[in-house]
């Protein structure tokens, strides 16, 4: 009895030190993006950021092995945010329709916040965990792997294909829009946006051999 | 007589000063190029890429506004010297076999230089001047007009499509690049190849109406 009273302890002992850490790196997080915003990236230092977030410039790197590293987690946590956000809208659709539409409503939100495209550059981060895409157990991962694999079972390609295909679409988007908003090239998003629609649509295309 | 031979000193004085200011700024580039290689890009200084061209830090801000001012400068040059090496082999090649094969180089390239993908990210900068690439005279530029135009003429997609299309495919193959060799994601490049390719076949099909 004693035994399990003290396992059960340690255990929340555990939780409680794990909880401190996730909210101690989120106000890294939040701090960073407060500052990278305001201040621009090279503008900003870590002793800035750790200002910011009321904490000791050591403990940065208890989290963070430096600046970059930092930038791509923040990076990663805005790509998981984004694609949250965009995913669940109208996921009965057909997979293709339900691709174009999410690409509509990407390109919608970076026309709408030009600080978010100025701050992530072209860096989308596909939000996975170190253990990958395939055991990866968040609720959204989840859905996406689904989702990709219901549509190989009808599309004549594999969920490896489908996998690669959509990411390199993303990435696509991601660039684009930042060239389009920050460098005015190719042209403006408006013109952009009907050849992404038509580059999903074909890249997306059932196999020929179905 | 007088007037002339000052007319034309004066224009050869000028020419003299473009190309000082040509050289100078060629030496901060190579100078950053060194620096970020070898102290990444975060880790050097503007007082450090100064130092290795031997050019006063007064003078850097004649040339560029900021740190991250030189990085996309770099960007563009590097961008500019890997599109110059792949246009032109193969060029006579039918125009989507020919983009075909540059992205197998350009790709071939990315997996032979590890240190080229860090540093640039995925910021592929289309390299044109100001007057952007309507009016863009360089040779490699004038190339790719005629070859878009010659392509729009008989695919039935517009110059304007073409271009988009072009642009936005060398976007994701250099995020796609970038994120397989630095993260490993979505899998090795042997297997994205493929895709990519299958892509840039769909992406650049004659349009259906022809």
Known sequence: MKAKNLESRISSVDTLIERKKEE???RLLDAAYTCFTEHTISGTSIAEICAEAGIAKGTFYLYFKDKEDIVRALNKRISY???????????KEDFVDHAVRMASELIHYFE???????LMKKDFVWPIDEEGFVTCD????IDIRN??????????LSSHQILVRVYALICMIYSVCYS??????????????PEIDAMIRSSLAPSKKV
Do not use: T, W
């Open 112 to 118: 709408k916040d030009h600080e978010v495209v100025a």
């Open 147 to 156: 989702d990709i694999d219901a549509y190989a079972a009808k599309s004549g």
């Open 138 to 141: 968040d609720p959204m991962m």
């Open 81 to 91: 945010q984004v694609l949250c956000n965009i995913y669940h809208s109208h996921r």
């Open 24 to 26: 101690k790196r989120k």
């Open 180 to 193: 389009s908003i920050i460098d005015h090239f190719p042209s403006e998003l408006s013109q952009v946006k």
